[in-house]
Nanobody, 113 residues
Framework: QVQLVESGGGLVQPGGSLRLSCAAS????????MTWYRQAQGEERELVAS???????VYADSVKGRFAISRDNAKNTVFLQMNSLKSEDTAVYYC???????WGKGTLVTVSS
């Protein structure tokens, strides 16, 4: 069965860093582009970053220079390194497999003083 399990969310102060992880199982991970989305309270879900099987990355303008997406195909895991966090980064972050059209359940990131 396909599963995507996010982890690494939590409470962090503005300017701090977090690294999110998404562990995949039940799929051919290496062939699937992987994407991080986020949804803040009262807002629409938005794309944060995406990485293809070949390693090409795309970022939302709001996170360019601060976030970095990466993947480790041997470990079936995609990461999102988040630096210089701002209060507006507060959201539930979701992992999404493009090939399998499958969502994780999300992990909450709260950036607050």
């Amino acid at each position: 069965q396909v599963q995507l399990v996010e982890s690494g969310g939590g409470l962090v102060q503005p300017g701090g860093s977090l690294r999110l992880s998404c562990a995949a199982s039940g799929m051919r991970f290496s062939i699937s582009a992987m994407t991080w989305y986020r949804q803040a309270q009262g807002e629409e879900r938005e794309l944060v970053a995406s990485i293809t099987g070949g390693g090409t990355t795309v970022y939302a303008d709001s996170v360019k220079g601060r976030f970095a997406i990466s993947r480790d195909n041997a470990k079936n895991t995609v990461f999102l390194q988040m630096n210089s966090l701002k209060s507006e980064d507060t959201a539930v972050y979701y992992c999404f497999s493009v090939h399998y059209n499958y969502w994780g359940k999300g992990t909450l990131v709260t950036v607050s003083s």
